[in-house]
């Protein structure tokens, strides 16, 4: 169904209640990374760093420097992901939207698209590399850039809904939106800004549970779909 694609993750799929990076939880991430890949899509990937430190939840720091913080918990979960992939045999490669050469090399959407043309994994650190930006636009920046047919955002949550399912039963579940929808109701589906910029790019957005990605290449009632329709 896709030639190439832009997952989104969150870090606690990397963690447990009692492990920051719990490699168990690692390792059914990276089953389902391999997964993808041997079908031959070429992924990229950008992972949050929520199970490490979330910057925007730090209200008492300055907020540049709790970003900043935020970037490098996404660098850590970064490289755990490119060790278990690559004991896996597959090849994987982290960008950093922020120089850390010793870690990693800096990201350029070229090399991107280059590594990804070789069908090598590529995991996208730091986010924008700029403060007040979530992962998730993060995420549909780096869509834009190698061009992907669409940005996958792996949830804690099923889908899409009208109110928070856990503290409300009666909230409507959706499987399909537009953009335009998503923004005038202010759904949560994502950040605005990510949603503008793949509204803007015509790049579409499926928001599923991690769990479920083997099966939403085959089943469009698994998740929401966000597009122009």
């Known amino acids: 169904m896709y030639k190439r694609v832009l997952l989104k993750i969150s870090g606690e799929a990397l963690s447990s209640p009692d492990e920051i990076l719990c490699r168990e939880h690692i390792r059914k991430t990276v089953d389902d ?6 079908l031959g899509i070429q992924i990229g990937i950008v992972c ?32 755990a992901l490119q060790d278990e992939i690559e004991q896996r045999g597959v090849p994987c490669r982290v960008l950093s939207s922020v120089e850390m050469p010793v870690f990693c090399d800096r990201y350029t959407s070229r090399d991107a698209k280059r ?5 090598t994994v590529v995991i996208f ?8 930006f979530s992962t998730d636009t993060g995420a549909s920046l780096r869509a834009a850039e190698i061009g992907a047919d669409i940005l996958l ?20 579940r ?8 998503v923004i005038r109701e202010n759904l949560r589906a994502t950040d605005l800004t990510a949603i503008t910029m793949c509204k803007e790019q015509h790049i579409p957005i499926r928001v599923f549970a991690l769990s479920e ?10 998740g929401t779909t966000i597009d122009d329709a």
């Open 153 to 172: 955002l792996a949830k804690n949550v099923d889908a899409v809904y009208s109110d928070d399912p856990k503290t409300n039963p009666a909230a409507e």
């Open 125 to 132: 650190a730091c986010g924008t590399g700029s403060p007040f």
């Open 48 to 79: 949050g760093g929520g199970n490490i430190l979330r910057g925007r939840s730090n209200a008492h720091m300055e907020r540049s420097r709790a970003d900043h913080m935020g970037m490098l918990a996404t660098a850590i979960n970064s490289l």
């Open 213 to 222: 990605i083997r099966k939403i290449l085959d089943d469009p009632s698994i």
């Open 115 to 119: 590594y990804l043309d070789s069908n």
């Open 33 to 38: 990374i391999v997964y993808l890949h041997d």
């Open 174 to 181: 959706y499987t399909h939106l537009s953009y335009e929808r």
